[in-house]
């Protein structure tokens, strides 16, 4: 009998402990009440996440041992292609997306379409073609000037010599039978621009990218797969460096505004494309977070911080913010940029413009190292959402601010794999900032080059890792990806609103 | 003039938010002040481990590709071994041994040894002998009673069929030429009991230990190999299963009370050795936490509960604590022994002892997962330690209960990596549990298993792992694992006290 009075009264001040340990999570502390439909569905989707656990999961794949949900994602992937849990999500309405850098958000293959409509575009291999294996022998591209065309038929030729360029066109139409002819061409180029399980290293497709007629389609397809995916919100970086723009002419000088210019263009016409679809919530917009690369000079920094107030003068409404990227470990940390960051604060108060550092911060293993310093500055300099943020949870009085100032992380779970800072899900800090009720926005980095393209993945990934997480944390993951986007409150209250609608006709599919 | 100012206020912000962030930190919390001198073994000791980072680390091993400090432990041990913090280390004094479990607390061929010298140990394989790659077809040994013994001569004889008994002496001398003869036969036995990078699988030795002569041999050799590597008190988990201890006779009839009688035996030995040679600060002693194992049926646990609480009442020196042990993801979880384990806290008040639960727990990558949710449970039931606590820091509210109510986590970072719980150091969690003040203890769990012996190479591992780890970290520590241990009061002051002269001892040696 005492045992019996013990054990309810263990049970209940267990069940508030748990309660209280988890009462951070955003999901709990929304003041949204979760309608009747949300949970049923929610617990639709666990019993089909259980489901494909023992099954799925279990079955034996030739090429992939011990198969898990939350497995490295480049191995895992053609499982995840195979769950019914994946087709829910690919349905999901996703909010925002508000960390992907600009050069690696479309599809090889459809970059590498676009690239063959230009006569322009060469190419050239640095070493031997004939005989350097077919992968270790990455093509470089550019784009020439009609003077300076190439008259080189084939890679295959004997007289070829390294580094030397021919015209994409060509180099595709004369690709060796042997190497499978064209078809062999278009996967020895999209696996020049992608990664596979085995080499977790990349492969830049700037030159491909950086064309102007090539760069507007470009942006066209990233907004379009997006929208496909339910992201109905973008704020995409874009890297400026001084030059890094070619005309269709192959003269490396369109100025950046042009690239605005472009930006723009594009976003209006999906905006109106989906508004004549009858679909004007599907596509809130799009803004620039203005990027730099940490190997500049902290004087040529001043340069890049000026063109970004000229450009925010003339484009406020796609100026979204600021950010230095590049590898942290390896390049400056923030604190060797202070004086032009802090002067840059100034800078604003006098020009009357307000451009919100977003930096990338912490995206590292280390404890204590100067990436992990990042932390710090990127703080205190006010920065109103944290890049990746990988290491932020070894810092309690870090975590506390974040959550406190409402500083939103910018999670990459599939790109935090691929880049070796974890090898799977289980091991990820993600579960760390639910818990502690840090918001977090999930993002995709550079999908092009991970193969997780849209933000289907990212949330598979997060939601089959945890039985903590359900349907309605990817829910409130999705509201805060507006929440602590850069839009103005009423651009916001509309942008949830839209996604409020789309989210109730989501679950209500899963229902029925 | 103005940036000037403004820099310099920002960097004394700066610290001042990293000083903060960092303040929970146990070496930082202390109220002993460091010495001058510690301060400059300290920096030494970051000097060479910088130095080394840049040229031991960095060298080519052709067995090893892409060495870095804190790397996985089994394929970096040889690199380990050749460093100077490692021999710095190595004397270092370490305070209590709080998380061991003894059937793998010796070297395998010290226990070949000592089951070399009793006739009546016998090994069998269940493969056919010849047929069978040697590596996959292990030994199981037991010992016979001498009605019994084996008149086998030779595994590789034609006439033995697999599951037949053969002596381990006969077995030995009579190993054939082309497998290496006697030695052959070592490393064979030897490999059986321990692991390699390359199958991280646990085999049982259990077979040679729990025999009574050895079983004594065994605790001595573990307790001088302890004091060598300068760890001055031992708490060890010891599974008890009903029966489970062979005589010298054969028989399985060594009852629990035997156990203890041996293991206080052998203490009080090792103690009068110690004093002998005139260091009596080197071995405290040593006490026992009750283990059993999470397959038995919540039943049967009330067996075990009154056995310990018997033990305890005989021996209320050698018995620290209770424990249940085993693999926290596929066994039962504590919710449910939850009668039993409330239970136990009425039978000790009514038999007036105090055996403070110190449960494993959290020892997993799941996310709400039964072994993630032991740890509310362990903490529920009053866990004087938390034994692994790996997703400890997954909880806000445990975090903090764990900080504030002195709940120290046993950490074993290499037993971590060698289960998979993490490929390398930079993944482990313990920075988080240092950085928030969660006191931490390291240990080394199963160390004959892992190779780990000591502590040596664990406190290897914390220290190369981290910028923020240095030898004072490592002393706090140290002191931690004194003062979380089960020691009474008088007890601890007299193990800090002599901990506290080996320390002074060891900074001067580093100085000079």
Redesign the interface.
Known sequence: M??DI??SD?QT??AS??D??R??RREFISSRLRSAKEIEADKIVRKIRALEAETIWQQDYPSIPHPFPGMEFLTGKSIIMRTKIFEILSKMPKGALLHAHLDATVNAEFLLELALKQPGIHLRVNKPFVASPLSENLPEFRILPETQFSNLLSLADVSYTPGSWISLQNARKSFPTHLGGQDGFDSWVVGSMTINPAEATFLTSTGLIRVEPIFSEYIREFFRSSIRDGISYIEARINFLFKNMYGADGQENIPHREWLVMFDRIMNETKAEMEAQGRPDDFIGARIIYSTIRFITSEELEWYLEDCIALKKEFPHLIAGFDLVGHEDSLHPL?YY??PL??FR?RQREEGVDIPFIFHAGET?????QA??NL??A??LGTKRIGHGYSL??????METCRLMGIAVEVCPISGCGQRL??SM??HPL??LL???VPVALCSDDPAVFGNMGLTFDYYQVLV?????GLSTLGALARDSIEFSTLGEEEKKRALAGFERRWETFVGDIVE
Do not use: F
């Open positions: 005492s045992t013990d054990l263990y001040r267990r402990l748990i209280e340990d009462s951070l604190i202070i004086k802090l002067r100034e293993l280390g404890d204590g190292t992990d310093i710090y500055d703080i205190l949870i070894k810092h309690p009085k870090l974890t090898s289980p091991m579960p760390v818990n502690t009720g890792a945890s039985e903590i997480t």
